[in-house]
């Protein structure tokens, strides 16, 4: 509950044939929780299983974004206190992640302002992504020693030549129009169209399809346009066609365009060993046959994460003291050898994670 118990943390009722899913921590930008994580699973069962709910809609409280990610806060105590919250988390998260892909009804996402991190699992995995002009969609995990996680390697390796590389390595936000050519959204609308169009999906029939919903969503559609990514593809594809870091921070000296300097200094400050393995793993997600194939990958790098003081130290620096100086072990590439990156693909064995067939 928020603070005064006044309302849950997560919404969920229903509107004519829809079933709403409304994050509801408007002063996070609607961080999620372990509890939200176990609602929305509770949530999505019963909705299923309703007949009279024919599609879900997923939405964001407040007016900063749809969700900035997962509870950062409550994962850098249990990472310091060497607690099993991770472990915990990022299992039950993961495996949501899977359930929402498969969903078998209509799963709407409304991804207006900011959507990050753990809000793309609950978003960028639907079947109808919907995005407007406020839309930033990021992952960022780089800049905490981490990697594109939640299904993020797949989604990112599955973008057009190397926009996903790119947007893996900077964290850099993509509008969105550059969030439908990465093809982690769908649909852009103008944010003034919102209350029509959601009047129309929730007056849709509890038997209306994909298809169904898709026009409905289309009638509000604007002009496609090139973002400010798509039009450097052609830059982004030469920089970041290499399966090395050195390799890319060299492409992108050696071009020295405006855009490459300012695209090789969001990546300098980042986590060494972040950056090569969020390589590592979006290589193996583009060879990768499944969502669900990617997601114990990126389970087992989680947990090596979470016991690394990378991941403590990107926290600290980025959102607890907020000196935006963190002290990353090793502190160079060159120092991030093989054999550090390899632990992060080892097998966990009886921990690994695991989807029902």
Not at 210 to 231: K, L, T, Y
Not at 238 to 256: K, P, S, Y
Not at 329 to 337: C, I, K, N, R, W
């Amino acid at each position: 509950m928020n603070a005064g118990g006044a309302e849950p943390d997560l919404i969920v009722r229903r509107e004519g044939a829809a079933g709403i899913l409304r994050l509801n921590r408007p002063k996070t930008i609607n961080a999620l929780t372990l509890e939200m994580t176990r609602e929305i699973a509770v949530a999505l069962d019963a909705f299923e299983a309703d007949p009279e709910v024919g599609l879900v809609l997923l939405e964001g409280a407040g007016e900063r974004g749809l969700c900035a990610g997962g509870d950062i806060r409550g994962l850098y105590e249990s990472a310091r206190a060497h607690g099993d919250l991770g472990k915990v988390f990022w299992r039950e998260e993961y495996i949501l992640n899977a359930r929402i892909a498969a969903f078998p009804k209509p799963y709407v996402a409304y991804m207006d302002g900011l959507v990050m991190g753990g809000g793309i699992g609950l978003a960028a995995h639907a079947s109808h992504r919907i995005v407007t002009e406020k839309t930033k969609v990021a992952m960022p995990e780089v800049g905490l020693g981490f990697f594109p996680d939640v299904g993020g390697t797949w989604l990112l390796s599955r973008a057009p030549g190397e926009i996903g590389t790119y947007l893996g390595l900077t964290g850099q936000a993509a509008n969105g129009a550059d969030a439908v050519h990465a093809r982690m959204a769908d649909v852009e609308i103008a944010t003034a169209d919102w209350a029509a169009l959601r009047a129309v999906l929730t007056e849709l029939p509890a038997d209306a399809d994909g298809d169904a919903v898709m026009a409905g969503i289309q009638d509000f559609a604007v002009a496609a346009v090139r973002g400010p990514v798509a039009r450097q593809q052609d830059l982004i594809d030469r920089a970041f066609g290499h399966d090395t870091v050195e390799e890319i921070v060299a492409a992108l000296a050696q071009d020295g365009s405006a855009f490459a300097s300012v695209t090789l200094a969001a990546m300098k400050d980042k986590s060494p060993r972040g950056l090569k393995v969020a390589l590592k793993l979006l290589r193996l997600a583009r060879a990768s046959s499944s969502l669900a194939e990617c997601l114990v990958r990126e389970y087992r790098a989680a947990l090596e994460v979470f016991a690394s003081a990378d991941f403590v130290e990107g926290v600290r620096a980025a959102i607890i003291d907020k000196d935006r100086d963190p002290k990353w072990m090793p502190p160079d590439l060159e120092g991030v050898t093989p054999e550090i990156v390899d632990r992060y693909l080892a097998p966990l064995g009886d921990d690994d994670l695991v989807f029902k067939a």
